[in-house]
């Protein structure tokens, strides 16, 4: 059963749509599974760059069915306009499939979350405004609107009427802002089912058509699981499980199918955001390295066009993100990134008082207070980039990959040195 998950492991933006790109033609099926358009995938291949938000990373394969499924939210808006954009530039869209149970990003979700945002004042989560707590919220709630709905003139229109009710309520009493009309957000999102018809379906007998036939699955994740609602440094995560539980509930796959769970980590650390980070590098020479300010593919957020905050390697959550996640296979990332450096840090506990400790806190608060230990590694201060085989890399870079993996804990996969599809290090295959 090759069923392969690839999930963020460290606080997204690690690098998922270069690996699922790489291996889409391997798979039959690519499935991304959670999160919305507050997602950023980067993809570089032959066919140019591409920044997907929603749609999945095996889009580039003509022979790879491409699922947009159940546990993700759709801005219809978001996924129409990056549609049009790939067909612009050849690329076929028509093996795109967006679940019947995936709920919409309504505009007023997208208002919502602003107006959140803006009334916490300092203690702000740093959302991508782009109303994706408050979508995930109103499913829980079992008040939102799902793909299915679009497709259905009396079905939108009786769902929409009881839902605008007591958003507009909310809008206008709590927020002072103005109320939506439901005959204009009737009409938008009725035309937006009219587009989107040939790829909203029942998406449940494709997925398990191909897991009859064992064809090679990729589940694609977004975010990382350092932001799990439940497992990240709350209250400063996204609102669903970027995991593997996540993988398989935001798929409809049971966890038993699963053949692999594949952990991508750059080879040091980033946030885009607030919230806590142990091993981060404010300023100086070694921040600037990991930023590669003035590069293409420097460290800004692909949605929100924030800068990164760097750091480096903290094992201690990278073992606890295999740990939750049975990670049994890693990816590292950007490994180039780190060539010019003539030292590499790598954190391996927290002090915290006078303890050391190997778990990072539940508690946001403590997190903050915690001091990295770290282990002093030499830099190999010579490119990586052009280098294809493990062995052919200097044997300081050999011994840092190796270090990271005897810490947390699983074998590796694949490196990646440089943000071509062909440039990556291919030590164990997936599938």
């Known amino acids: 059963m090759p069923v392969a998950a690839v999930i963020g492991a460290q606080w997204g933006d690690e690098g998922k749509g270069h690996i699922v790109d790489l291996l889409a033609n391997q798979a039959r099926l690519v499935i991304r599974y959670g999160g919305g358009n507050n997602a950023g995938h980067t993809v570089v291949n032959d066919r140019g760059v591409f920044k997907l938000h929603l749609t999945p990373s095996g889009i580039f394969d003509p022979n790879t069915v491409n699922i947009i499924g159940s546990g993700v939210v759709v801005d219809p808006s978001a996924l129409i306009g990056e549609l049009n954009e790939l067909k612009s530039q050849g690329i ?53 609107i799902r793909a299915v709905d679009l497709l259905h003139e009396e079905i939108l229109l009786g769902r929409l009427r009881v839902v605008l009710e007591e958003k507009n309520r909310l809008l206008t009493k709590l927020y002072n802002a103005k109320p939506f009309s439901l005959h204009d ?37 977004a975010q990382g699981v350092l932001l799990d609602v439940d497992y990240g440094t709350y209250p400063y995560v996204t609102s669903s499980p970027p995991g593997a539980a996540g993988a398989c509930q935001g798929a409809g796959i049971g966890p038993t199918r699963l053949s692999s769970i594949v952990g991508v980590y750059k080879a040091y650390n980033t946030r885009v955001g607030e919230g806590p980070f ?19 593919w420097a460290e800004v957020g692909t949605t929100t066009g924030r800068l990164r905050r760097v750091g480096w390697f903290d094992a201690v959550m990278a073992r606890y993100a295999v740990e939750l996640n049975s990670i049994d296979t890693i990816v590292i990332t950007k490994l180039d990134v780190l060539d010019s450096l003539p030292t590499i840090k790598v954190c391996t506990r927290y002090k915290l008082h006078d303890t050391e400790i190997e778990y990072p806190p539940s508690t946001t608060t403590i997190l903050n207070r915690v001091e990295p230990i770290y282990e002093e590694m030499p830099g190999w201060q010579t490119s990586t980039s052009h280098i294809r085989e493990f062995y052919d890399l200097p044997e300081e ?25 062909d440039q990556v290090i291919i030590v164990n295959k997936i599938f």
């Open 185 to 221: 957000l009737y009409m938008q999102y009725l035309d937006y089912g009219r587009q989107l018809a040939d790829h909203i379906t029942d998406v449940h007998p494709i997925i398990h058509r191909a897991l009859e036939k064992d064809f090679p699955i990729l589940l694609e994740g």
């Open 92 to 144: 076929d869209t028509s093996k795109l499939f967006v679940s019947e149970r995936a709920h919409i990003i309504m505009p007023y979700h997208t208002l919502q979350d602003n107006l959140q945002e803006q009334a916490r004042g300092a203690s702000k989560i740093g959302t991508t405004g782009r109303g994706i707590g408050p979508v995930y919220a109103d499913k829980m709630d079992r008040s939102g």
């Open 397 to 421: 870079a050999q011994e840092y990959v190796a270090r990271i993996c005897q810490l947390i804990g699983a074998r590796l996969g694949i490196i990646s040195v440089g943000p071509e599809r």
């Open 278 to 296: 142990p091993t981060e590098l404010e300023e100086g020479p070694e921040a600037d390295t990991l930023r590669q300010i003035g590069k293409p």
